[in-house]
């Protein structure tokens, strides 16, 4: 079974090797343990920057990641401190691709082989991986903290993309009506006008989008926001009968304007045309809103200051571009893709100069506020940016080095404390401390912002 062990983890390699082509990363050696991983490096020999994984499913271990084949789950992280690939650079797709291929017709050979180990009591005790709750959320109705008194009300854990990043459970399922019913009333019932966000999932995979959306307006809240990738808006009749019902606010994820980038963020493909042409759409509609949400991630980070400029060209009815709102990954999406973190030292210079094109086409950015904001010091002026509301943002923790936390808690530097926009700024979460540690804030001098300021 040696022998034969080898040969399967040779093929792999080989396979991968193949993909790679002369891409310049190098395949190493796979190990068989309690997952199988294949570590992946440029150049040769250097730290891995990526580890492609299988593992074996169990109804205890989360679902998802890049593909599932018969009883095995793959997917790709960073190690620990990984090293910074360069941009677009790393062949992801392509090595998973092959690893779907190589698994499919090895897959009765893999199993038998753990199953062997297991027996052995080797390779890392060979047991089968240890159950993990998904950490995505699956609540149908949740505050959001990024606008006044949002509600988020999400009607469809369908979607018609795969954002790594996700933090919503996506899944084959929309709410009961009466579910939707007790949540409208949780969210609109003792307040005298909620702002709503109509989300998902995709919230115009419901098939039944209109009726809910004259639901909604029936119970007169203030704001009725649809968030949105809006790739079935690129459907005219469709958009129109959205916005004759009443949709006028639209939050649209958009994570680059390079059809390739797009693609590989979005695992999709043929869908950038037609979202840009829901964009457009919207755009049309003089007494519409619409506001674009760019994700700022490894894959994207080098080509914002060209997003910015191509949003500049999508010209709404009144001659004005739509509206940005620029964030970063929350814990979920740093536990999920961490091959697509970034650190801020690398954030910062980018999105200072994006947000000073934004001042110079004339393009609004939203202020930076909610779980998914970087904190106000990656500019060198945040004054216009902080949200300053009784809704502004409290509860991070002042963290000392070395400190414990948990990777959803917001944390700061204990030199946070004296910080200017210390008031009004989100800090990051825990999980990119713990990654990427805490050293990129840097505290504004002068007197402190007050959330009434
Ligand atoms: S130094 Fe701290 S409080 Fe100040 S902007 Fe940065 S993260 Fe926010």
């Known amino acids: 079974m040696a022998g034969g062990s080898t040969r399967l983890l040779d093929d792999l390699r080989r396979a991968l090797e193949v993909a790679a082509g002369s891409s310049g990363w190098s395949v190493g050696r796979p190990v068989l343990a309690d997952r199988l991983r294949v570590p992946v490096s440029r150049p ?29 789950r793959l997917f790709y992280a960073a190690p620990r401190n990984a090293p910074l690939p360069p941009s677009d650079s790393v062949p992801v797709a392509t090595l998973m691709d092959a690893l779907v291929r190589w698994l499919r017709t090895s897959e009765n050979a893999l199993a038998a082989l753990w199953t062997v180990r297991r027996k052995r009591g080797r390779g890392g005790g060979g047991a089968a991986p240890r159950g993990r709750s998904d950490p995505r959320t699956s609540r149908v109705l949740e505050p959001g903290y990024g606008l006044e008194r949002e509600q988020i009300l999400r009607v469809e854990f369908r979607c018609n993309q795969r954002c790594p990043f996700c933090f919503v459970r996506i899944r084959p399922h929309r709410p009961e009506w009466e579910t939707i019913r007790r949540a409208l009333d949780r969210a609109t019932g003792d307040r005298p006008g909620a702002n709503i966000v109509l989300s998902g999932g995709e919230p115009t995979l419901h098939p039944e989008l209109l009726e809910l959306v004259a639901r909604i307006r029936a119970r007169r809240p203030r704001r009725l926001v649809l968030q949105t990738n809006a790739v ?67 894959l ?64 609004r950015v939203d202020p930076f506020t909610g779980e998914c904001a970087p904190p106000l010091c990656v500019l060198r002026d945040p004054a216009p940016y902080a949200r300053k509301s009784e809704d502004g943002f409290r509860g991070a923790l002042y963290v000392e080095p070395g400190a414990e936390f948990a990777p959803h808690r917001r944390v700061k530097r204990v030199e946070c404390r004296t910080c200017r926009y210390d008031a009004v700024c989100v800090g990051v979460s825990g999980a990119y401390a713990r990654r990427f540690g805490l050293e990129a804030l840097k505290p504004f001098r002068g007197p402190r912002l007050s959330l009434h300021d």
């Open 232 to 298: 079935r808006l690129a459907d005219a009749g469709f958009a129109d009968r959205l916005h004759a019902a009443g949709v006028l606010i639209h939050f649209v994820s958009l994570h680059s304007h390079r059809e390739e980038t797009y693609d590989r963020i979005t695992r999709t493909s043929g869908q950038f045309p037609k979202a840009i042409r829901g964009i457009r759409n919207l755009l049309a509609y003089a007494d519409a809103a619409v506001t674009l949400n760019i994700l700022v991630n490894r």
């Open 300 to 363: 994207n980070v080098r080509s914002l200051s060209g997003y910015v400029r191509f949003v500049g060209r999508l010209r709404g009815a009144d001659g004005r571009p739509p509206g940005l709102f620029f964030t970063v990954m929350n814990d979920v999406g740093l536990a999920r893709a961490p091959e697509l973190a970034v650190p801020l030292e690398t954030v910062a210079p980018a999105l200072a100069r994006a947000v000073a094109l934004c001042a110079e086409l004339g393009i």
């Open 44 to 72: 040769a020999g250097a730290r891995p920057a990526l580890e492609l994984v299988v593992e074996q499913r169990s109804p205890a271990a989360a679902t998802g990641g890049y593909a599932e084949v018969g009883g095995f």
